[in-house]
């Protein structure tokens, strides 16, 4: 994939960044080559990004064009708007330490592809151009007068012309570096071309990850196999979103978390993404499921979502044992089991402290669920996961370890027939992501208990039937998908 620089003059342009080209503003615009050029990755370093100004049509066109744009229109909006300069709680945080020792009122912060020259500035530069993904940024702070607190007052592109001649030698590190990880000749300088870039969202220090680093291998395998340059991101990474073409998340996905707000700006930057953020909001809250499993009539088991400890009503209603379940509780976390009247009262309180409504259902006790890996709308494994030894849920929580129960992984033609339309009915209902249907047999009858985007695929596990092949088959989703984003995308 071809690397543009494009700038308002040429001739100020200090660098020479080995596989990018250099072009005017004006020729990206008008020259015909470019109008033409099927694939390319754009640095929009134009001095202003102003409504109708030059730099705002190259990002424009970009766009039209199919190309991958830094920054895109959508952030060339945000970077306006002043609801978006008033800094959450983490990033509060973050200017107040990073600025606390600068003594004048004002102070102006140059970002260069998320990097600052002076070291205790490199996490808010990296934050902020998380923020406001643009190449060569200024941002200005303002000190409170009557507080003292730092706030974000402004961004703005840095002109060229304006690029201090001490900053150039580590502008040039900053860029290669950048470039040797989303290179156009591909990461690290490999000569292999790759049609397409895939980011992969993973998180090496989580405890119970979907994916362990075997299955995460495989994935990048069959990734490669169908045409993808593939890159791990961090959660640190989030101004990277743009450069690639589409985003598997592969870490446990939450609405008020990063990996929604990655799932969020990936549609918004036009990425096949997988979960999209409808699904994980869909998927992630059990009141939710709740209801949608009434409006398809699906079966459930015995459930009452309340907004208070009315332990007479839930005892007369679904009895003792029972099981109490946060709303967006995962990996059996936030799911207790009340044996007793007293425990549904303690429980009760706990979890309405933390949600304004709490899911309660009757238990349940049975040897296994069923887990139904759905992609596409179609089945891609099944599997019996069985309850940790001596409890009650297939995952048992302790301080330091985590204890689960065996599994069993059967071809999908030998799953019973219900047990498969159930699943495709609940996860259809979803979206045509990726998604793991979890079902409970009790006495011959299948109850729908969740559905979970960004289902767990471990090696060993989830793929003892088809191996290599269902890490294809989710690669040759992924492609078919952005082969017809890129067919469905205008031609300026």
Same mark, same amino acid.
């Given at each position: 994939?071809?690397?543009?620089?494009?700038?308002?003059?040429?001739?100020?342009?200090? $660098?020479?960044?080995?596989? =990018?080209?250099?072009?005017?503003?004006?020729?990206?615009?008008?020259?015909?080559?470019?109008?033409?050029?099927? /694939?390319?990755?754009? *640095?929009?370093?134009?001095?202003?990004?102003?409504? /109708?100004?030059?730099?705002?049509?190259?990002? +424009? $066109?970009?766009?039209?064009?199919?190309?991958?744009?830094?920054?895109?229109?959508?952030?060339?909006?945000?970077?306006?708007?002043?609801?978006?300069?008033?800094?959450?709680?983490? +990033?509060?945080?973050?200017?107040?330490?990073?600025?606390?020792?600068?003594?004048?009122?004002?102070? !102006?912060?140059?970002?260069?592809?998320?990097?600052?020259?002076?070291?205790?500035?490199?996490?808010?530069?990296?934050?902020?151009?998380?923020?406001?993904?643009?190449?060569? #940024?200024?941002?200005?702070?303002?000190? =409170?007068?009557?507080?003292?607190?730092?706030?974000?007052?402004?961004?703005?592109?840095?002109?060229?012309?304006?690029?201090?001649?001490?900053? %150039?030698?580590?502008?040039?590190?900053?860029?290669?570096?950048?470039?040797?990880?989303?290179?156009?000749?591909?990461?690290?300088?490999?000569?292999?071309?790759? !049609?397409?870039?895939?980011?992969?969202?993973?998180?090496? =220090?989580?405890?119970?990850?979907?994916?362990? %680093?075997?299955?995460?291998?495989?994935? @990048?395998?069959? =990734?490669?196999?169908?045409?993808?340059?593939?890159?791990?991101?961090?959660?640190?990474?989030?101004?990277?979103?743009?450069?690639?073409?589409?985003?598997?998340?592969?870490?446990?996905? *939450?609405?008020?978390?990063?990996?929604?707000?990655?799932?969020?700006?990936?549609?918004? @930057?036009?990425?096949?993404? #997988?979960?999209?953020?409808?699904?994980?909001?869909?998927?992630?809250?059990?009141?939710?499921?709740?209801?949608?499993?009434?409006?398809?009539?699906?079966?459930?088991?015995?459930? #009452?979502?309340?907004?208070?400890?009315?332990?007479?009503?839930?005892?007369?209603?679904?009895?003792?044992?029972?099981?109490?379940?946060?709303?967006?509780?995962?990996?059996?976390?936030?799911?207790?089991?009340?044996?007793?009247?007293?425990?549904?009262?303690?429980?009760?309180?706990?979890? $309405?402290?933390?949600?304004?409504?709490?899911?309660?259902?009757?238990? #349940?006790?049975?040897?296994?669920?069923?887990?139904?890996?759905?992609?596409?709308?179609?089945?891609?494994?099944?599997?019996?996961?069985?309850?940790?030894?001596?409890?009650?849920?297939?995952?048992?929580?302790?301080?330091?370890?985590?204890?689960?129960? !065996?599994?069993?992984?059967?071809?999908?033609?030998?799953?019973?027939?219900?047990?498969?339309?159930?699943? +495709?009915?609940?996860?259809?209902?979803?979206?045509?992501?990726?998604?793991?249907? &979890?079902?409970?047999?009790?006495?011959?009858?299948?109850? +729908?208990?969740?559905?979970?985007?960004?289902?767990?695929?471990?090696?060993?596990? !989830?793929?003892?039937?088809?191996?290599?092949?269902?890490?294809?088959?989710?690669?040759?989703?992924?492609?078919?998908?952005? &082969?017809?984003?890129?067919?469905?995308?205008?031609?300026?």
């Amino acid at each position: 994939m071809s690397a543009l620089l494009i700038v308002d003059h040429p001739e100020q342009w200090p $660098l020479r960044i080995p596989g =990018a080209e250099v072009i005017s503003a004006d020729d990206y615009l008008r020259d015909r080559r470019f109008s033409e050029l099927r /694939q390319a990755r754009v *640095y929009n370093l134009c001095d202003s990004y102003g409504y /109708q100004s030059a730099g705002y049509y190259v990002s +424009l $066109l970009a766009a039209a064009r199919g190309h991958r744009t830094m920054p895109s229109v959508a952030t060339i909006q945000d970077v306006k708007s002043r609801a978006l300069l008033r800094a959450d709680d983490e +990033l509060e945080e973050l200017i107040q330490r990073s600025l606390h020792t600068i003594q004048s009122k004002r102070f !102006e912060l140059s970002v260069y592809f998320g990097c600052n020259l002076a070291e205790r500035h490199s996490d808010l530069s990296r934050a902020m151009f998380n923020l406001f993904p643009v190449p060569l #940024m200024r941002a200005s702070f303002s000190k =409170a007068s009557s507080t003292g607190k730092w706030r974000p007052s402004s961004i703005t592109p840095i002109p060229v012309g304006d690029l201090p001649e001490s900053h %150039r030698e580590f502008l040039r590190r900053v860029i290669e570096n950048h470039f040797a990880r989303r290179g156009p000749a591909g990461r690290s300088g490999r000569s292999v071309k790759y !049609e397409h870039d895939l980011a992969i969202l993973a998180n090496d =220090a989580e405890r119970s990850p979907p994916s362990n %680093r075997e299955a995460l291998k495989k994935f @990048e395998r069959a =990734a490669r196999a169908q045409g993808f340059d593939v890159d791990f991101l961090s959660r640190d990474d989030f101004g990277r979103i743009a450069e690639f073409d589409a985003l598997f998340i592969r870490e446990t996905t *939450y609405v008020n978390h990063h990996t929604y707000r990655f799932a969020s700006r990936a549609r918004a @930057e036009g990425l096949v993404v #997988m979960d999209d953020p409808e699904s994980i909001i869909r998927c992630g809250n059990k009141v939710y499921l709740f209801e949608l499993a009434k409006r398809l009539d699906l079966a459930i088991p015995p459930t #009452m979502v309340v907004s208070s400890a009315r332990t007479d009503d839930i005892v007369r209603e679904l009895g003792v044992p029972c099981v109490l379940k946060q709303p967006d509780s995962a990996f059996s976390e936030g799911v207790f089991r009340a044996d007793t009247r007293e425990e549904l009262s303690a429980g009760l309180q706990r979890l $309405l402290s933390r949600s304004d409504l709490v899911i309660v259902q009757s238990f #349940m006790p049975t040897e296994f669920d069923w887990r139904i890996g759905v992609l596409d709308r179609q089945p891609l494994f099944v599997c019996r996961y069985y309850m940790a030894d001596g409890h009650w849920q297939i995952y048992q929580h302790g301080e330091r370890h985590r204890k689960e129960g !065996e599994h069993e992984t059967i071809a999908v033609q030998h799953a019973p027939r219900e047990v498969l339309q159930l699943a +495709l009915r609940t996860a259809n209902a979803i979206g045509d992501g990726f998604y793991g249907v &979890d079902i409970k047999t009790v006495n011959g009858r299948h109850v +729908l208990m969740e559905i979970n985007d960004n289902p767990n695929v471990d090696r060993g596990i !989830e793929d003892a039937v088809l191996g290599d092949e269902l890490y294809e088959r989710v690669m040759k989703v992924f492609k078919a998908r952005v &082969d017809a984003e890129k067919q469905s995308e205008p031609v300026a």
